[in-house]
């Protein structure tokens, strides 16, 4: 696991360009309008490759056993996971409603 | 003689696998993925919220928080990454006096990066995004409504990352300290590796807060 002493450094200027290239089309495209969709998925994209980006080169898992890649991805499944798991109440716009109408009714039977 | 080679063979069969260097790499690791989770439910606990909001709707995070500022931010936190990854360049190489230079740089740009956030939580806070308001009037001149979760959400969010920066510039000092008084060799550096890695999950992180918070 430990590889002190490894001589093979990656190019970090070529990395830190990347990373400051993609952060300016980041910037670059939440100023004209496009269609939303097409803009949450580029804007995750571009995050998700700067976070690549900066896991495999500045904290050196690319030198590192696999099995520690492995390691370090399952979390972010697990979050991938998590955002799936609360799908249905962040599409559902019934939610509000569903709300909204039993609280109503209370309302009313106690003005009787 | 006899009993000495048994002792000696046994002390063989159960030498541990993980060295002191590797053994503080993983502790660093196993915290960096419990971390990973706690800004995962934050997060998703935010897009819950947002999406939630329903009818009375969530403000465009562009109408309140400048994302030009947040870009500079961003790129300085990249540039402290690199500095970091310099250091710990410098030191495998046995260049003591470069890796402090290095890691001072980093310092500075955490110091640097914490003093913007207080200036744009103060800045925010005048303009009246609070814990119970937004702002009655968006960055574009326009009256704005939305959900007030906005501010709570925001402040959560934004100063959970603030204080990993803070935990993280004086972690950085402490490393500092220890190189200044030549505890670090191009043979023994595990510790500034280590540190490495928390300053930069601390980067990757807010990678992802400014695109979910500031961007989306």
């Not at chain 2, 709707?57 to 500079?72: D, K, M, Q, R």
């Not at chain 2, 740089?105 to 110091?111: A, F, H, S």
Request: with cysteine.
């Amino acid at each position: 696991m430990a590889q002190n002493g490894h001589n093979e450094h990656p190019k970090y200027m070529w990395i830190f360009l990347w990373l400051a290239v993609l952060t300016a089309i980041e910037v670059g495209i939440v100023i004209p309008d496009f269609p939303k969709a097409l803009t949450i998925i580029l804007l995750i994209g571009l995050a998700c490759a700067k976070a690549i980006l900066v896991a495999v080169y500045f904290m050196h898992l690319k030198f590192e056993k696999r099995t520690l890649a492995v390691i370090v991805i399952t979390p972010f499944l697990i979050c991938v996971f998590l955002v799936i798991m609360l799908l249905p109440d962040l599409t559902s716009d019934k939610r509000h409603e569903g709300i909204e109408k039993p609280a109503a009714e209370v309302v009313e039977t106690t003005e009787h | 003689m006899e009993q000495a080679t048994t002792l000696e063979h046994t002390e063989d069969v159960y030498e541990p696998s993980l060295t002191p260097d590797s053994l503080g790499k993983l502790g660093m690791w196993i915290f960096l993925i419990g971390d990973t989770m706690s800004f995962g439910a934050l997060l998703a606990a935010y897009a819950a919220l947002r999406t939630g909001a329903g009818v009375i709707g969530w403000v465009p995070p562009s109408e309140i928080l400048g994302i030009n500022l947040t870009a500079g931010m961003t790129f300085l936190l990249i540039c402290s990454s690199v500095t970091m990854v310099k250091a710990l360049e410098s030191i495998q190489k046995g260049n003591v006096s470069r890796m402090c230079t290095f890691l001072g740089l980093t310092i500075l740009g955490g110091v640097i990066f914490l003093g913007l956030q207080a200036y744009e939580w103060t800045h925010l806070i005048k303009h009246g995004l609070t814990l119970t308001e937004i702002p009655e009037h968006g960055l574009k001149g326009g009256a704005i409504a939305g959900s007030t979760l906005f501010g709570p959400t925001f402040y959560a969010i934004t100063g959970f990352h603030g204080l990993h920066v803070t935990g993280g510039v004086i972690y950085l000092i402490v490393i500092l300290i220890h190189g200044l008084r030549g505890r670090y060799t191009a043979e023994f550096n595990h510790e500034v590796e280590i540190v490495g890695l928390y300053w930069h999950f601390v980067d990757l992180i807010w990678i992802m807060v400014f695109t979910f918070i500031y961007l989306i």
